[in-house]
């Protein structure tokens, strides 16, 4: 399994389990460590903490060897609630710490300006309970106004990235300042897998059609959290570092972009709107 660096000093499997929409997070959770997953991903807005905590300790797995993320919450970014929720999900996962606390999404119409968010989220870090911290849907804009207030980037930019969606330009921005980014919905919730071109590179390498797009995340040099409730697929999911796409796979999947019409969810400066 690659681990990717982080500017925090610590560092990232690049192949997570997501638990967004999980049926069953405590069971999926179990299965996915006992596969060998080692890098969990949930929300506060997922309302599966507790579980996934559950999940974790079923598993047997030390602690010390789960990189585990969670989010902030849209409700919850005035400072004063990013405190309290943050120990609110300690206390339902089960930990005292993260690896990674995000802030979900940038709710830039918000009455707390997310600059403010980003101060204490600092403060989290400092603190030790959140090893690393970042930001999920942040866009350009986004990123550079917390920077620059700050001087403190994010470890990790969680966004959009799947096949119809590839999001380059921003993938190169991040990549610029150092920030790691974690695809999220890397099969597009699944939709992306009966692509005519996902089907012909499966068949050619003998291989599923999610392990062919969760090996283009890969080998550009993406953070990946497909979700799975389902131990066959999390073990089929998981197996996807003994082959490789050559230049031409690669390129044939590259062209499935359709720009903002692949987007699947609003755009992060709506998101959260009323
Ligand atoms: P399930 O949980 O039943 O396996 P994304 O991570 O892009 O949001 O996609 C998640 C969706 O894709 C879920 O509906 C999940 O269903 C499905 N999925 C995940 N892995 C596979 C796979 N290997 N084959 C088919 N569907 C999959």
Redesign the pocket.
Same mark, same amino acid.
């Given at each position: 399994m690659e681990l990717l660096q982080l500017n925090s000093g610590t560092a990232i499997p690049q192949l997570g389990l997501?638990t967004?929409?999980?049926?069953e997070p405590d069971r999926?959770v179990a299965s996915g460590l006992e596969v060998g997953y080692r890098h969990i991903d949930t929300a506060q807005m997922y309302q599966n903490e507790t579980a996934v905590g559950e999940g974790i300790r079923a598993s047997g797995v030390p602690r010390d060897e789960i990189f585990l993320t969670t989010k902030l919450h849209n409700p919850h970014h005035a400072p004063e609630d990013v405190h309290r929720t943050f120990e609110e999900s300690l206390q339902r996962l089960g930990v005292d710490y993260v690896d990674l606390f995000l802030i979900h999404w940038p709710m830039p119409f918000d009455k707390t300006d997310y600059v403010d968010t980003w101060r204490t989220m600092i403060e989290l870090r400092d603190s030790g309970r959140a090893r690393a911290i970042g930001v999920s849907n942040f866009v350009q804009d986004h990123l550079d106004r917390i920077i620059e207030a700050t001087g403190v980037t994010p470890a990790v930019n969680q966004i959009e990235v799947?096949p119809t969606f590839a999001n380059n330009e921003l993938r190169q921005y991040c990549r610029e300042r150092g920030i790691v980014v974690t695809a999220? !919905?890397?099969?597009?919730?699944?939709d992306?897998?009966d692509l005519p071109a996902v089907r012909e590179i499966a068949e050619r390498h003998d291989r599923?059609?999610?392990?062919v797009i969760l090996r283009w995340h890969l080998q550009r040099g993406d953070v990946v959290?497909?979700? !799975?409730?389902?131990p066959e697929?999390?073990r089929?999911?998981f197996d996807v570092f003994s082959f490789e796409l050559s230049p031409n796979d690669m390129d044939a999947l590259d062209a499935l972009d359709r720009g903002e019409d692949g987007r699947r969810s609003p755009h992060p400066n709506d998101f959260g709107k009323e």
């Open positions: 997501g967004s929409k999980s049926g999926a799947h999220w !919905s890397p099969l597009g919730k699944g992306e897998l599923t059609p999610a392990q959290i497909p979700k !799975s409730d389902n697929r999390q089929s999911n």
